[in-house]
């Protein structure tokens, strides 16, 4: 689980080729919008745990689900998706969790 807000981590390289720099450009153009999009499905929810689903993120980007998966998994994602929080959950005072 993923404390909200995420961060989808962006890569640099400083090497001298340009397609590579190309590619490195827009995949963090893609970890950047990816990153925007989740954001705002778990600031919308209403709920304090919120499950997001690759397939939804592919409605609203375009991208295919192996692309979204690729670069959320580094946010600790799972197969089909990620589960964040908002806030993070307290002890109560006998120890368990509410």
Known sequence: MVQ???H???KSYKGSKPNLQMKNIENNRIAAELEKVVNKI???SNENIVEVMYYK???KTGYSIDKIRE???S???GYNGLTAYKQPPQ???NGMLN
Do not use: M, N, T
């Open 4 to 6: 909200y807000p995420i």
């Open 8 to 10: 989808v981590p962006k």
């Open 42 to 44: 778990i600031e919308d």
């Open 57 to 59: 993120i592919a409605v």
């Open 71 to 73: 670069f959320l998994r």
């Open 75 to 77: 946010v600790d994602g």
């Open 91 to 93: 002890k109560a005072k």
